[in-house]
């Protein structure tokens, strides 16, 4: 099992950045396939990105390309979403989630533990 926190959100102006991380704990963070999806009142939680087990596979929602980018230091049980050019349409509560697997997936189901999540807001 696996307990995920999630921190660094916020207010930010319009073509602003944000970092969010998330903390695992628990064992063999490196086991699990780790994702960051979004949501907004009344409506389904989006997905944003996923990252592979050792990092070197990503999936990007098509509409996030450019903009956002997924790390993840499994040396510090942590992962890591950098959001640039930040639009008023990013504002969201964002979770961190973590699934037992091999490969990356935009599907929340398949996702096995979940955060709290962070509150980002973007004003315009």
């Known amino acids: 099992q696996v307990q995920l926190v999630e921190s660094g959100g916020g207010l930010v102006q319009a073509g602003g950045s944000l970092r969010l991380s998330c903390a695992a704990s628990?064992?063999?963070?490196?086991?699990?396939?780790m994702g960051w999806f979004r949501q907004t009142p009344g409506k389904e939680r989006e997905f944003v990105v996923s990252?592979?087990?050792?990092?070197?596979?990503?999936y990007y929602a098509d509409s996030l390309k450019g903009r956002f980018t997924i790390a993840r230091d499994n040396a510090k049980n942590m992962v890591y979403l950098q959001m640039n050019s930040l639009k008023p349409e990013d504002t969201a509560v964002y979770y961190c989630?973590?699934?037992?697997?091999?490969?990356?997936?935009?599907?929340?189901?398949?996702?096995?533990?979940w955060g709290q999540g962070t509150q980002v807001t973007v004003s315009s």
């Open positions: 990252i592979n087990r050792n990092g070197d596979d990503t």
């Open positions: 628990g064992r063999a963070f490196s086991s699990y396939v």
């Open positions: 989630a973590a699934r037992v697997g091999t490969f990356t997936t935009a599907r929340a189901r398949s996702y096995d533990y």
